[in-house]
Nanobody, 126 residues
Framework: QVQLVESGGGLVQAGDSLRLSCVVS????????MGWFRQAPGKEREFVAG????????YYADSVKGRFITSRDNAKSTVYLQMNSLKPEDTAVYYC???????????????????WGQGTQVTVSS
């Protein structure tokens, strides 16, 4: 059984940085595409960033491009989301997600992902 556990959320001020981590257990981490999604109150869950199985390709939503960086450490079965220059509109519950695929491409819709973490709250005050 594949399990994903996020950590690193919290309350910060606008302009601050946070790093989220997601540890995966119960599967072969190096064969999974990893994605980060977020969901703000009253809004749909949206794609934030993704990284392919090897870490060679990353993708970002336009709203976070240039501010967020995702990376992975396959030896530690962990994916990261470094969030810089945070804005109040980044406030949301952040989820990591995974699906099995050893290709360069990263899918960006929730229905493509098979495994999900429980989420971690990020709150950015102005």
């Amino acid at each position: 059984q594949v399990q994903l556990v996020e950590s690193g959320g919290g309350l910060v001020q606008a302009g601050d940085s946070l790093r989220l981590s997601c540890v995966v257990s119960g599967g072969t981490f190096s064969t999974y595409v990893m994605g980060w999604f977020r969901q703000a109150p009253g809004k749909e869950r949206e794609f934030v960033a993704g990284i392919n199985y090897s870490g060679g390709n990353t993708y970002y939503a336009d709203s976070v491009k240039g501010r967020f960086i995702t990376s992975r450490d396959n030896a530690k079965s962990t994916v990261y989301l470094q969030m810089n220059s945070l804005k109040p509109e980044d406030t949301a519950v952040y989820y990591c997600a995974a699906y099995y695929r050893t290709s360069a491409y990263v899918r960006r819709t929730t229905r493509e992902y098979d495994y999900w973490g429980q989420g971690t709250q990020v709150t950015v005050s102005s």
